[in-house]
């Protein structure tokens, strides 16, 4: 099946830098969604994207919906220890049945 | 308040069993889904079920078979296990209006190690 390919796939950075990500498909999407995975949990939603060009903020977080609805961005930015985790951009065509298409993942490690 | 919850957390068994993973979301949704995530961290959907009714099915071996005897409960059983089906189960919900997408959340997941 089709997966998206995230990069970077793993990074150490120091605390209070700022982040950034991203994700791309060979074919397009109408609706992005990030998500972080804590060690044990289930992934949780971070910032969901419904329009191509969207750029939308959750706290320290930005994401946004790239113009040729192949790609999208996240940006962290003054990063804490908390930051760490797995994030996974997924994909969805309407019409599909609500059928998420998950990236590789990137690993954010955080140095204090 | 437990929104998505997933039993049993952890399940360890031997080739050729047969198991059980319970789902129960508390959230009102109307859809839900299984999710198996490899060793490498690839998250995969396997199923969605929709008002009881199957609406995705991936290409999955016919050991497993999803049962849903309500909108609130979404069960996976696997028949025979093998070695490979080792990995981490996730269940999802959401509610889904006309096809679009909206958002899914996860519940906490069900570490199944095959010996």
């Known amino acids: 099946g089709q997966q998206l390919n995230q990069s970077p796939q793993s990074m150490f950075i120091q605390e209070g830098e700022d982040v950034s990500m991203n994700c791309t498909s060979s074919?397009?999407?109408?609706?992005w969604l990030w998500y972080k995975q804590d060690p044990g949990e289930g992934p949780v939603l971070l910032i969901a994207l419904y329009k191509a060009g969207e750029l939308t903020s959750n706290g320290r977080l930005t994401a946004q919906f790239g113009t040729t609805r192949k790609d999208s961005f996240l940006n962290i930015s003054a990063s804490i220890p908390s930051d760490v985790g797995i994030y996974f951009c997924?994909?969805?065509?309407?019409?599909?049945?609500?059928?998420?298409?998950f990236g590789t993942g990137t690993r954010l490690q955080v140095m204090l | 308040d437990t929104a998505v919850s997933q039993t049993p957390k952890y399940l360890v068994t031997q080739m050729g069993n047969d198991k059980s993973i319970k789902c129960e979301q508390n959230?009102?949704?109307?859809?839900m889904y299984w999710y198996k995530q490899d060793s490498k961290k690839f998250l995969k959907i396997m199923f969605s079920y929709n008002n009881k009714e199957l609406i995705i099915n991936e290409t999955v071996p016919n050991r497993f078979s999803p049962k849903s005897p309500d909108k609130a409960h979404l069960n996976l059983h696997i028949n025979s296990l093998e070695l490979g089906d080792s990995a981490v189960y996730f269940c999802a919900s959401s509610h889904w209006a006309s096809g679009t997408t909206d958002t899914q959340y996860f519940g906490p997941g069900t570490r199944l190690t095959v010996l």
């Open positions: 074919s397009i999407f109408n609706t």
């Open positions: 959230l009102g949704h109307d859809t």
């Open positions: 997924a994909g969805s065509l309407t019409g599909t049945a609500s059928k998420l298409t």
